[in-house]
């Protein structure tokens, strides 16, 4: 492929395929495929940009198989997709309005909140169920004004990085007393997939994505959530979970390395 040698194109491929399957396990993909754009030398927003195109269709995928729990947030979806519409292209535009100097500065620093943020998910639950547990008799669907609010800020995060987003999106919706994990998943895939939609949009439009390096991440990103969503139950989540804590971790300190 024009531009690339065979390291580079296998280096994204497996990035890719692994950013796909983990993502169709437990998220924290981009902790793979990001950086290895970085590594062949895709500029920092170009390589954001890329990224968020190569793991698209996956976010849609994830939507549609929670089709059956959505259906119970008729009165609620409507209105937090339009929240996830407009943060989405609020983040984008502000991805591409943000120099790679800047953004490379930036990178480690979103990499440390997103590890934090993965690493202490259960947590992060747990505290904010404590902190609103939810009255009794409770609709656990209604979404208030705060709620919009949250979501509007984890949206603006998702369309400019993403990494980390979907810990965001559970712990918003904890607080406002959601109980149901698989309710909480069916909104967090469907909203995502909005701001994920909305961001490629933008960043196609705005000719911020290598086509060559994409193309490769796309096909081998898709065929890596069919296998990783096929092995699922045979995956111990927690070494799942720890291998992305380490390369977050080992991410995280490369690239404050690389900015001192």
């Given at each position: 492929?024009?531009?690339?040698?065979?390291?580079?194109?296998?280096?994204?491929?497996?990035?890719?395929?692994?950013?796909g399957?983990?993502?169709?396990?437990?998220?924290?993909?981009?902790?793979?495929?990001?950086?290895?754009l970085?590594?062949?030398?895709?500029?920092?927003?170009?390589?954001?940009?890329?990224?968020?195109?190569?793991?698209?269709?996956?976010?849609l995928?994830?939507?549609?198989?929670?089709?059956q729990?959505?259906?119970?947030?008729?009165?609620?979806?409507?209105m937090?997709s339009?929240?996830?519409?407009?943060?989405?292209?609020?983040?984008?535009?502000?991805?591409?309005?943000?120099?790679?100097?800047?953004?490379?500065?930036?990178?480690?620093?979103?990499?440390l909140?997103?590890?934090?943020?993965?690493?202490?998910?259960?947590?992060?639950?747990?505290?904010?169920?404590?902190?609103?547990?939810?009255?009794?008799?409770?609709?656990?669907?209604?979404?208030?004004?705060?709620?919009f609010?949250?979501?509007?800020?984890?949206?603006?995060?998702g369309?400019?990085?993403?990494?980390?987003?979907?810990?965001?999106?559970?712990?918003?919706?904890?607080?406002?007393?959601?109980?149901?994990?698989?309710?909480?998943?069916?909104?967090?895939n469907?909203?995502?997939?909005?701001?994920?939609?909305?961001?490629?949009?933008?960043?196609?439009?705005?000719?911020?994505?290598?086509?060559?390096?994409?193309?490769?991440?796309?096909?081998?990103?898709?065929?890596?959530g069919?296998?990783?969503?096929?092995?699922?139950?045979?995956?111990?989540?927690?070494?799942?979970?720890?291998?992305?804590?380490?390369?977050?971790?080992?991410?995280?300190?490369?690239?404050?390395?690389?900015?001192?």
């Amino acid at each position: 492929m024009a531009g690339m040698d065979f390291f580079q194109i296998a280096l994204i491929g497996v990035a890719a395929f692994a950013a796909g399957a983990v993502n169709s396990v437990a998220g924290g993909g981009t902790f793979f495929s990001f950086p290895a754009l970085l590594a062949v030398g895709v500029p920092p927003v170009v390589a954001n940009a890329s990224n968020s195109v190569s793991l698209w269709p996956g976010s849609l995928a994830g939507a549609w198989a929670f089709r059956q729990e959505l259906a119970r947030f008729r009165r609620s979806l409507p209105m937090l997709s339009v929240v996830a519409f407009v943060g989405g292209i609020a983040g984008g535009l502000l991805l591409l309005a943000t120099s790679n100097a800047a953004f490379a500065k930036l990178i480690p620093w979103l990499l440390l909140v997103a590890t934090v943020l993965f690493a202490f998910s259960g947590q992060i639950s747990a505290l904010v169920r404590r902190l609103r547990p939810g009255p009794a008799g409770a609709d656990e669907r209604h979404i208030g004004a705060g709620g919009f609010l949250f979501q509007l800020v984890v949206s603006v995060y998702g369309g400019f990085f993403g990494a980390g987003m979907g810990i965001l999106m559970i712990a918003a919706l904890a607080i406002q007393g959601f109980k149901d994990v698989h309710e909480i998943n069916a909104l967090k895939n469907w909203l995502s997939a909005v701001i994920y939609s909305v961001a490629v949009g933008t960043f196609v439009i705005a000719n911020a994505v290598s086509w060559p390096h994409t193309l490769v991440m796309l096909a081998t990103g898709t065929l890596g959530g069919y296998v990783g969503a096929t092995l699922a139950r045979r995956i111990p989540a927690v070494w799942l979970r720890r291998l992305i804590i380490a390369v977050g971790s080992l991410l995280t300190v490369h690239y404050f390395v690389k900015t001192l």
